[in-house]
């Protein structure tokens, strides 16, 4: 059973910063495009960031460009998700996506991590 396992969250104050983490045991990271995605209540998943295998390429939603700043560490096997400027308006579910570019069927998804952004 795959497990692609998200860390990080918690509760801070608006202005503040948290890093998300996100890692497996099953299987390279580096081998697949990861995105960081969010839910919050009464809204629809939606992407935040992602990062590609080939180039390290990222891309990020408008709401959180020039505040998040998504990375990997290949020899920790982990994608981290660097959240600054935190607002209200980004308490979600943070969850991380695991897509394999060449074999669409290797696609996971990790159970999420709350983030409450609030004074």
């Known amino acids: 059973q795959v497990d692609l396992v998200e860390s990080g969250g918690g509760l801070v104050q608006p202005g503040g910063s948290l890093k998300l983490s996100c890692t497996t045991s099953?299987?390279?990271?580096?081998?697949?495009?990861i995105g960081w995605f969010r839910q919050a209540p009464g809204k629809e998943r939606e992407s935040v960031s992602c990062i590609s295998t080939s180039d390290g390429s990222d891309d990020y939603a408008d709401s959180v460009k020039g505040r998040f700043t998504i990375s990997r560490d290949n020899a920790k096997n982990t994608v981290f998700l660097q959240m600054n400027s935190l607002k209200p308006e980004d308490t979600a579910v943070y969850y991380c996506n695991a897509r394999n570019p060449f074999y669409p069927n290797y696609n996971y998804w990790g159970q999420g991590t709350q983030v409450t952004v609030s004074s």
């Open positions: 099953s299987f390279g990271l580096d081998y697949y495009t």
